[in-house]
């Protein structure tokens, strides 16, 4: 029976994230699925940024490619296009998939390929010291704000949403079951895919905005969590301060490479 540790590099371990932080969560989460799906660790393909979620990939025993700042997504488009047959997972933080990366994931969304992205949202660049990112709520103080944070925060969901992606759904790391569910719906999705996984940080963001210990961190998050079906039923003041969870959106149309492949065949045929 295979189980998540046959995709695991325990050699590896211990990892190097912070006491509290809950990228093993989702780590350990990423594997079960694989697990869950019985595949062969030759058919998955990793693409990962740089970043503190960046290193996910030090620790799983698959194809694993880790890029430049914000790029992991066109090589991940480059390489579910090249061979269609493989499961491709991409992992980034926020601030190399939303902030750096911003523009790819957009793109990624609009063509719907057939990409399944993770992104771990900590509020910050969690790995070179707690500087703001674009999800960073306004108002919170960061070693780049110290005098509070005078941006306006985009939602992930939202963007992707409003982009064109296929599937999208949001989890935190209180709630692993949901998360894999999650992460495994995604994979089911032909297209493209993205979960949202809100991550605490008591290193920097945290401990910036004194919201206590990590498990002080993990209690807020299950507080604020709200299903979608309860949410669908909240005001927008209501909602304010919440974490909307579940699936977002969940509409198949067909993917990128699915309709190019549709061209070429009938090019084919003419010729």
């Given at each position: ?28 989460s990423i ?75 957009i793109h ?16 910050n660049y ?146």
């Amino acid at each position: 029976m295979v189980t998540y540790k046959d995709y695991m590099l325990f050699s590896k371990l211990p990892h190097t994230w912070c006491a509290g932080c809950g990228d093993g969560i989702i780590l350990q989460s990423i594997a079960a699925v694989f697990a869950e799906m019985q595949w062969d660790k030759h058919d998955i393909a990793l693409v990962s940024g740089i970043g503190c979620f960046g290193r996910v990939d030090d620790y799983l025993d698959i194809n694993c490619m880790h890029v430049t700042h914000g790029r992991a997504l066109p090589a991940a488009t480059g390489i579910a296009l090249a061979n269609p047959s493989l499961h491709v997972l991409v992992t980034m933080g926020d601030g190399d998939g939303t902030t750096i990366g911003g523009n790819h994931l957009i793109h990624a969304a609009r063509r719907n390929v057939n990409v399944t992205a993770v992104i771990a949202n900590n509020y910050n660049y969690g790995q070179t010291g707690g500087q703001y990112s674009a999800t960073t709520p306004t108002g919170s103080i960061t070693s780049t704000s110290p005098y509070g944070h005078i941006e306006q925060n985009f939602d992930v969901c939202r963007l992707a949403e409003a982009a064109g992606a296929s599937y999208v759904a949001r989890t935190t790391t209180y709630n692993p079951v949901q998360m894999r569910k999650l992460i495994r719906d995604g994979f089911a999705n032909q297209g493209f895919s993205l979960i949202e996984v809100m991550v605490a940080c008591p290193t920097h963001y945290g401990r910036y905005n004194r919201l206590g210990e990590a498990a002080d961190m993990m209690r807020k998050m299950k507080e604020q969590s709200v299903p979608v079906e309860a949410a669908e039923k909240m005001t927008e003041e209501e909602l304010k301060g919440k974490i909307m969870v579940g699936c977002l959106v969940n509409r198949p149309r067909p993917d990128y490479y699915s309709k190019y492949k549709k061209i070429i065949d009938e090019q084919t045929v003419e010729a």
